[in-house]
């Protein structure tokens, strides 16, 4: 597997950089500061660079080709970007060797198709942290790379999702075709269509999540690994509400192609409950793989079926 380890000054512990007068852009590395984002990616010519972003909304976007890139916030949670979209897809479309976001707000993103996300990578590996994904169609959108990884760490994922155009839905978190996916310690909330997680990828690590749909308005699955997969699902919690497009189910298993194996996939220690005025049939878990699954040790609210398979 490729490694997602960043130098250390890649990752910014080489010392606090800072936007340059008004140019919000600077490049760390060679301390040139920029007033476009896509100016200051061009700059990095393929090759390795941290990118920091001064406090501000932002109406950029940024298509990065190749190399190694990190997008960093001067201060986590300061710099915004606001509905800018490159290649009709998302704010950053990321197709080099590894790229990583950190401490960044992506809000506001739509495009025709129904797909605007704050980040689409199309290839290699990706780390997002501390990221906030808000109002709009999509959080992070990927293509497909089976030899890539994405993780997601402490990041939040808020008012996402929809099932208004005719091409399918597009959901908060929706990972294709990747080697592996790893999600920890980050927040889901307010779905507004379509699944709060779907992935396709074979190895999943999905663990220590917030799972809140008790706002949500016509949301699906929580987690929807609709290709089956092996790894582990554990200490999540997870609150369904009443306001849904499809209920059946918190966790679903192989339920459009049994393309990954799904033997082994262990899902433990989560909590799954139901939010008051959610008056449904619900299964915890819904497997359509007919593979042995690992399902133990999970507290499961009144009113809720623990396995059904199908």
């Known amino acids: 597997m490729k490694s997602l380890l960043f130098p250390l000054a890649l990752l910014g512990f080489a010392g606090a950089a800072h936007a340059q007068g008004a140019q919000p852009f600077t490049v760390q590395e060679t301390g040139k500061g920029f007033y476009r984002l896509d100016d200051a990616v061009r700059s990095v010519n393929g090759g390795d660079a941290t990118i920091i972003i001064a406090p501000g909304t932002y109406k950029d976007c940024a298509v990065v080709g190749s190399g190694r890139v990190a997008f960093r916030a001067q201060a986590s949670g300061t710099a915004v970007f606001d509905g800018g979209i490159c290649e009709g897809k998302a704010t950053l479309v990321l197709r080099g060797q590894d790229a990583m ?23 290699g590996n990706l780390t997002v942290m501390n990221a906030t994904f808000r109002n709009s169609e999509e959080g992070i959108l990927s293509a497909d790379d089976p030899a890539g990884t994405i993780r997601v760490d402490r990041s939040t ?6 099932c208004a155009v005719a091409s399918g839905c597009a959901h908060g978190l929706y990972i294709g075709h990747y080697g592996r996916l790893f999600v920890t310690r980050s927040r889901f909330d307010r ?120």
């Open 157 to 162: 994922f808020s008012g996402l999702g929809s």
């Open 101 to 123: 976001v950190d401490g960044l707000t992506f809000q506001n993103d739509r495009v025709p198709d129904g797909n605007g996300a704050g980040i689409r990578i199309e290839h």
């Open 191 to 310: 779905g507004r269509g379509g699944h709060y997680l779907k992935a396709r990828a074979p190895i999943v690590s999905i663990t220590d999540n917030s799972f809140d749909d008790s706002q949500g308005h016509q949301s699906n699955y929580i987690i929807d690994l609709c290709s089956g997969a092996t790894g582990l699902i554990a200490r999540n919690v997870m609150l369904n509400g009443p306001d849904k497009e499809n209920h059946s189910g918190f966790i679903i298993v192989a339920a459009e192609q049994r393309d990954n194996p799904s033997a082994g996939l262990t899902i433990t220690g989560n909590t799954a409950t139901m939010a008051p005025g959610a008056d449904y049939h619900t299964a915890f878990v819904i497997d359509f793989s007919h593979e042995p699954l690992k399902i133990s040790g999970n507290m499961i609210g009144h009113g809720i079926t623990p396995f059904e398979t199908r």
